[in-house]
T-cell receptor
Framework: AQTVTQSQPEMSVQEAETVTLSCTYD???????LFWYKQPPSRQMILVIR??????QNATENRFSVNFQKAAKSFSLKISDSQLGDAAMYFC????????????FGQGTRLTINP | DAGVIQSPRHEVTEMGQEVTLRCKPI?????LFWYRQTMMRGLELLIY????????DSGMPEDRFSAKMPNASFSTLKIQPSEPRDSAVYFC?????????????????FGDGTRLSIL
């Protein structure tokens, strides 16, 4: 079974600075997807960014980018120019590309933005 | 474009009562997922449907939990009888995918969740 680990329960960063959230996963599959979801206090689950395992190029969405290291099974999220609205729980998630469609989530990292 | 709609947003009830959570997926999506979020266990899948058919219910905790999807636009998650340990936030999510075994790169879109408190 696949597992996802987020080793940082909490992180904080100064507004306008850059922060990186860590995620590692374990799988025997070669084809899969990885996601970062954001959960603000309103408890919505908002998709931030996704990465296809077969793509070597790291995904980027505006101020959000990932560092995908397939061999190391590492998938970190970098947030540049942090804004107060980025404060939230961030969840890393894994999904098989074939077969089972369920998301396997990490335990989450709570990100605080200091003004 | 309406997202996934869940109701109720909050539910408080007494132990032993029947609880029904409802979900309307995004129109055109043919996969529907029920997740539960607790402090102890995090986010975990309870059950998911493809084309209204349950595919994996291995996450359903026990017989007190049941889920149905009578048509493509509606699903329910029922707990009977409810217990205090069922208190959690329950999320419904939907996505589109291909046919059986098809490669799918579509993300899951989540509803706002139902916060359930069993007293």
């Amino acid at each position: 079974a696949q597992t996802v680990t987020q080793s940082q329960p909490e992180m904080s960063v100064q507004e306008a600075e850059t922060v990186t959230l860590s995620c590692t996963y374990d799988t025997s599959e070669s084809d899969y997807y990885l996601f970062w979801y954001k959960q603000p206090p309103s408890r919505q689950m908002i998709l931030v960014i996704r990465q296809e395992a077969y793509k070597q190029q790291n995904a980027t969405e505006n101020r959000f980018s990932v560092n995908f290291q397939k061999a190391a099974k590492s998938f970190s999220l970098k947030i540049s120019d942090s804004q107060l609205g980025d404060a939230a729980m961030y969840f890393c998630a894994y999904r098989s590309a074939w077969g089972a469609q369920k998301l396997v989530f990490g335990q989450g990292t709570r990100l605080t933005i200091n003004p | 474009d309406a997202g996934v709609i869940q109701s109720p947003r909050h539910e408080v009830t007494e132990m032993g009562q029947e609880v029904t959570l409802r979900c309307k997926p995004i129109s055109g999506h043919n996969s529907l997922f029920w997740y539960r979020q607790t402090m102890m266990r995090g986010l975990e899948l309870l059950i998911y449907f493809n084309n209204n058919v349950p595919i994996d219910d291995s996450g359903m905790p026990e017989d007190r939990f049941s889920a149905k999807m009578p048509n493509a636009s509606f699903s329910t998650l029922k707990i009977q009888p409810s217990e205090p340990r069922d208190s959690a936030v329950y999320f419904c999510a939907s996505s589109s995918r291909g046919g059986q075994g098809a490669h799918s790169n579509q993300p899951q879109h989540f509803g706002d969740g139902t916060r359930l408190s069993i007293l």
